[in-house]
């Protein structure tokens, strides 16, 4: 049967400007900023003894010979970058970074971006938790010589989750440090936590020198996201690990005897690029086999992207780089962290709920989430509920209405909230922080209600009042419900907290913040990647910081319920860390490859897995080849391997300049092979997206995939094609056999996608989307390679 429900999208015309001379893309002005230079290492001048001689040299030139920029300590460099990268950052204006681009040895010129830290707790951070791993993996040393490094917040390195009983000995290869500093003793690190860094130059050469009362100059984790998502990724068994009485039970990371390395590049003020690629540079150069990413990314050409660059010579090095989708869903092209030499993992829920419902007076439940853990509200008395938006102080004007609805700082009157449950709008600010104004304003409880926007993606947070998360529909009702009510028969409710439950159907389901494809840079690629939990995720937490993470929260508690898509990466990354364990030679891109084509798209009630947003049936911009299947992912049978050069044919076949590869690349682009390839879709990845134009000048479109399966089964196999094509094409694949002779024999097919123009007449601008699939198997292996077909109406 043809599959998959085709959807309309709403084509958001991305104005890419890439401007010829790099100048353009520079900008004017004379502000300085900061810029990350890339230079061709081996062309620095016999006359300076080190390369930073060399840099300082040549900012000052730029900046002709020493007027303009301002003087830093220790010359203008901020940081020296040798291993994912060659080059440094500078502050400098953007004339200066002009003439830089135009001198000797110097490769590209890419101006510095902040970045934030990808959780859905807003404006700052988020969480995750593992499924229990098998007894193989608790009991053996399995993974215990591969180091993961998180370029995060930091780390607590107190925390049960990262002691060493029962390690061996620190891995020989590796090379890093124990930085030390306030809250962090040299003693710091040990067998479990190897090294830890902290990066702030980027970051203070922006923002000023940094309030050393509100954060540490240190690799000291004062937010808790970085040890939220070192835990998940490697934690080591702690048991028993709850938030406040929920979810009890044993807290374990992906790979719970790999070593950590944390890199910490996240400040009160942001993620700054700059101290990102240092990161980088220094988590390469110290060996670690893995880097986890949950921050987010920005929408710009790979060449102007640092975490793009930082993250391809990462993988040259042989390190598998998994970042974070972003946050921005369920909205199309929201997609963050799209380049293919990443893994770009989005989030999924998983079989367990916290369920904390809305009673109200006239007898309707309301289903809602939370994991508030303090002293419960009466039980059976129904309080009076308020809605925010219309009990703002006695001057109410329209926008005062606005800021109350949201429940903004100092937007309620006390006198109108005192004793009530009170309803607030979700957005703006954070989730907790609409909880702490309602508890100061005197309110008993709180119902966070989702807008449409939010559709009905809930997320469950340890506020610091009694108060649950409904999702649209239900916060229609209760604003209707309090709507209709009068002095004489007031509005009234109260919530049920109903702890844990397990087994919830269906499971998973793609969390409505996940962010979804297609990719706005290069849609021949298919992004995100895949999905791993991400909601509701219990993962170890600082001892110094209270669970909703806002400053007047006092409680304090070992383990903390987070949802993002930070949180479903550090899943990626632990598991990458096992699979590069029992499969030492893997390339980065084989061990993705092992990841995407094992990983499944239905849920636990046999259905396709469904959008938390909607309810209804979820597609490849959603989850990408699926949800991950950790076992599944250990002995895939085939994987679709990529080298380095085939990531530079790609880009030549973006029809990036030369100039621009070089950016990313540090070899001159030879972009002769990249014909061979065809076009940017023939990059060997495990997934194949066919974008068509629908002009309404042909009743077919074609093209076709060309792609490669190295065997990893062991030994002879045969293995057959099975199409699932999408709805209105024909896909063929040939030969529809491949038989191995042995392990490691390669073998190529092609790919054939014939796509029929859509019967209606469009709407200008929106696209369908017709998703199926390919699947080799041997009856002991299913290869599964995602094929995607959007096809795209003009905009007029
Ligand atoms: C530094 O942070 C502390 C704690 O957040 C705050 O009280 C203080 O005002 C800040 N100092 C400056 C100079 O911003
Ligand atoms: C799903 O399908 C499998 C196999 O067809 C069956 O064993 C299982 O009981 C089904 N589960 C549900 C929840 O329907
Ligand atoms: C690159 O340029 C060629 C020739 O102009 C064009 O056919 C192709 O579509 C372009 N590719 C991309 C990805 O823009």
Known sequence: MASSASRTLLLLVVVVVVAAAVGGVLGGGGEERTFIVRVDADAKPSAFPTHAHWYEAAVMAAEGGGGGGEWREGGPLIHTYSAAFHGFSARMSPAAATALAEAPGVAAVVPERVRQLATTRSPRFLG??????????????FGSDLVIAIIDTGISPTHRSFHDRGLGPVPSKWRGVCSSGPGFPPNSCNRKLVGARFFSAGYEATSGRMNETAEVRSPLDTDGHGTHTASIAAGRYVFPASTLGYARGVAAGMAPKARLAAYKVCWVGGCFDSDILAAFDAAVADGVDVVSLSVGGVVVPYYLDAIAIGAFGATEAGIVVSASAGNGGPGGLTVTNVAPWMATVGAGSMDRAFPANVQLGNGQVLDGVSVYGGPALQSGKMYTLVYAGASSGAASSAADGYSASMCLDGSLDPAAVRGKIVVCDRGVNSRAAKGDVVHRAGGIGM???????DGEGLVADCHVLPATAVGAAAGDKLRKYIGSSTRQAPATG?????????????????AAFSARGPNPQSPEILKPDLIAPGLNILAAWPSGVGPAGIPSDGRRTEFNILSGTSMACPHISGLAALLKAAHPTWSPAAIKSALMTTAYIKDNSN??????????????FDFGAGHVDPMRAMDPGLVYDITPVDYVNFLCNLNYTEQNIRAITRRPADCRGARRAGHAGNLNYPSMSATFAADGTRATMKTHFIRTVTNVGGGRAVYRATVRSPEGCAVTVQPRQLAFRRDGQKLSFTVRVEAAAPAKKMEPGSSQVRSGAVTWSDGRHAVNTPVVVTVQAPLQ
């Open 494 to 510: 109260t919530i049920l907290f109903e702890g844990t439950h397990l087994g919830v159907h269906p499971a998973p389901v793609v």
């Open 128 to 141: 995750l938790l593992s499924s229990p791993p098998s007894a193989l993996l608790a009991d053996s040393d």
């Open 447 to 453: 119902v966070l209600a989702n807008g449409v926007f």
């Open 607 to 620: 259905g396709t897995m469904v959008d938390e947003s909607t309810g209804v049936v979820a597609d490849v």
